[in-house]
């Protein structure tokens, strides 16, 4: 589709019509294909305001009947499907397969959300008075401040607000200032699911355009109880603080340094799939891209000689053609900050194939590289940090003990993997002493979770948890309660305070 249909499909003619002061680019050409007004600091505190009214009618509604809200979303989507995941391509430079997937993510949590809409169960608890009971509930919480970050600029706001939603609470979502339009769609087509309900409040989902300062203006703002905040570390450091100095809960979702462990006994035919795809698919830009393979020295070269033979053949080019597997790095300085972390592994001892700049002449302003692989000779300072493309370390261990600890030695904690046939092996990876890290597959990539489980990470990951599991409790508040339904007042503990 030419992209003026697909704004006009996706409800997008208003927003990029009027044009407006940020320049949209895409990163598979480096040009500017929209642009928009960005939210000024009033706009957006009347944005908040129109959410907290939305809390109002919101939490009122019955959560089955806001569940049909979610439900309608994911018919929406899937009506949309080809267009949005076509958007996200144009917009962030996945292939197209990838663009198809997030969507289809989306689609997932609407269904879990729908089911959810009916099961936000609380508990009951023994009393210890006679005559009493004593119960848990949850309450919709308030409106919601989500952050997000380019490389999933639709999953993510869906894994939160299709929980929101049925949880009772509206959004208020600042994308990254890169992905603005996939934003604008997402909130055009929720009003198209609205419709179909019935209309939903003024106010349900406000999009906020705009940079670090609107973020920080969501963090600071008593009216939004939940922030919820996706991407960098260095971004989670600047607001975590700040949402906790009003005491408001936040839930984080950074970066990851995401490890893999092959030993002796691995299929490694197996491992190899898992790896191309893990360390190269969406360029190395999700946050839980294959960054560290710590492979025992039995298979060390022979596994590392297999990828970068399989490297070699990794077609790089337009994301939107047939056969692309690696599309464009999302912008310039992401190349920079690629080239710089090669250099620093070379200066460390690090042997580095592949990684160099291709295509400049049918695209000189966009930056496709070819995938990296670095034999390191140890895990220096480089590769503990998180650089968001697709450079792949490899390190040789020689026992268990030793990879374990090579692993946990990041300060990140987000996604991980072991490879291997050995219960023993495996097992030991997934215990109390094993990986760290708030994922743990056996003989998986560390990357393409389903939105069933609890996704996020531990350590500077930030700790929060998204998606499904009981990842809605954090978008409700909970209450305890205690009915006596007998003539006494007795005290819990014994107290005796009787005052005739
Ligand atoms: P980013 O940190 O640059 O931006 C993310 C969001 O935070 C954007 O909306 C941005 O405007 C805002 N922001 C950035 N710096 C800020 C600051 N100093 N103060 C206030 N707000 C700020 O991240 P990105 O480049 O868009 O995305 C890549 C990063 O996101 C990677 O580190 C990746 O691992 C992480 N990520 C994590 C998850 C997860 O679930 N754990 C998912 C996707 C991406």
Request: aromatic share 6%.
């Amino acid at each position: 589709m030419d992209t003026a249909a697909l704004f006009t499909r996706l409800g997008l003619d208003e927003a990029t019509g009027g044009g407006g002061d940020l320049e949209v680019r895409s990163p598979i050409t480096g040009g500017v294909i929209a642009r928009i007004a960005s939210t000024s600091a009033a706009d957006t505190d009347a944005a908040i305001a129109r959410s907290r009214a939305a809390f109002d009618e919101w939490r009122q509604v019955p959560a089955p009947r806001r569940g049909e809200l979610v439900r309608l979303l994911g018919e929406v989507l899937r009506s949309e499907k080809e267009a949005l995941g076509e958007l996200v391509t144009l917009e962030v430079g996945k292939v197209t397969s990838e663009g198809l997937g997030e969507v289809q993510e989306m689609i997932d949590i609407c269904d879990l959300g729908v089911g959810l809409s009916r099961q936000l169960y609380g508990l009951t608890i023994a009393s210890e008075r006679p005559g009493h009971r004593m119960l848990e509930t949850w309450y919709p919480l308030g409106p919601v401040g989500v952050i997000t970050a380019f490389n999933f600029p639709v999953a993510v706001w869906s894994w939160n607000t299709a929980l929101a939603l049925v949880c009772g609470d509206p959004v208020v979502w600042k994308p990254s200032p890169r992905t603005p339009l996939t934003a604008l769609a997402c909130q055009a087509l929720l009003r198209r699911a609205g419709e179909r309900f019935g209309g939903i409040p003024d106010g349900l989902l406000e999009v906020i355009v705009g940079g670090a300062d609107r973020a920080v203006q969501l963090a600071d703002d008593p009216r939004l109880p939940l922030v919820s905040a996706t991407g960098s570390t260095t971004m989670g450091r600047a607001l975590a603080p700040r949402i906790a100095g009003r005491l408001g809960r936040s839930l984080l979702e950074l970066g990851g340094n995401n490890g893999m462990v092959v030993t002796p006994s691995a299929d490694l035919e197996l491992a190899v799939r898992a790896i191309a795809f893990s360390a190269v698919g969406t360029a190395g830009q999700r946050c839980t891209s294959l960054r560290r393979l710590i492979a025992h020295t039995d298979v060390h070269d022979d596994l590392v000689g297999r990828l970068e033979r399989a490297y070699a053949s990794v077609p790089v080019g337009d994301p939107r053609e047939a056969g692309t597997l690696l599309g464009p790095l999302v912008s310039r300085e992401s190349f920079d900050a690629m080239q710089t972390a090669l250099d620093r592994a070379r200066a460390d001892g690090g042997t580095v194939t592949g990684g160099e700049r291709v295509l400049a002449d049918r695209f000189p302003d966009a930056y496709y590289v070819t995938p990296a692989i670095v034999r390191m000779p140890a895990q220096t300072p480089v590769v503990e940090s998180e650089t968001f493309a697709p450079i792949l370390y490899a390190i040789p261990y020689g026992d268990l003990d030793e990879a374990i600890a090579l692993h946990n030695a990041v300060p990140q904690g987000l996604s991980s993997c072991i490879f291997t046939s050995d219960l023993r092996e495996s097992e030991r990876f997934l215990s109390a002493v094993g990986s760290d890290c708030g994922i743990a597959n056996v003989n998986i990539g560390p990357s393409g979770a389903e939105i069933g489980g609890a996704f996020g990470g531990e350590k500077e990951t930030g700790g929060g948890r998204e998606s499904g599991s009981d990842a809605w409790k954090a978008y409700m508040r909970r209450q305890t309660a205690t009915i006596n339904y007998s003539h006494d007042l007795p005290l819990a503990q014994g107290v005796r305070f009787d005052v005739a």
